[in-house]
Nanobody
């Protein structure tokens, strides 16, 4: 059974960089054809795909967030990390990490059925 767990600060000041880590257990982040994703849900809104890092280490980002986003990994710890720079209150959301299985369109937002495991989510508030 694959498990994902998000961790990181729950409060970030405007203009700073939000940094979250997802720790994966029960499966390796380097296993072929899995893509390790970050998604967020602002209050009262739907889910928004941020980006993912592939089993190969390649990264893909949502065009709307690409200029501020970086996803990296530490294979020795089986973790992947999200950094979102220059945050504003509009970046306040519940942030999720999840696994995507062999997406039909690499680099595009995954469909719901392409996700198979999710973390429980972590609230991040951007406020001074």
């Amino acid at each position: 059974q694959v498990q994902l767990q998000e961790s990181g600060p729950g409060l970030v000041k405007p203009s700073q960089t939000l940094s979250l880590t997802c720790t994966v257990s029960g499966g390796s982040i380097t296993t072929n054809y899995y893509y390790w994703s970050w998604i967020r849900q602002p209050p009262g809104k739907g889910l928004e795909w941020i980006g993912y890092i592939a089993y190969s280490g390649s990264t893909y980002y949502s065009p709307s967030l690409r200029s501020r986003t970086s996803i990296s990994r530490d294979t020795s710890k089986n973790q992947f990390t999200l950094q979102l720079s220059s945050v504003t209150p509009e970046d306040t959301a519940v942030y999720y990490c999840a696994r995507v299985v062999n997406p039909a369109r690499v680099g595009a937002p995954p469909t719901k059925r392409e996700y198979d495991y999710w973390g429980q989510g972590t609230q991040v508030t951007v406020s001074s």
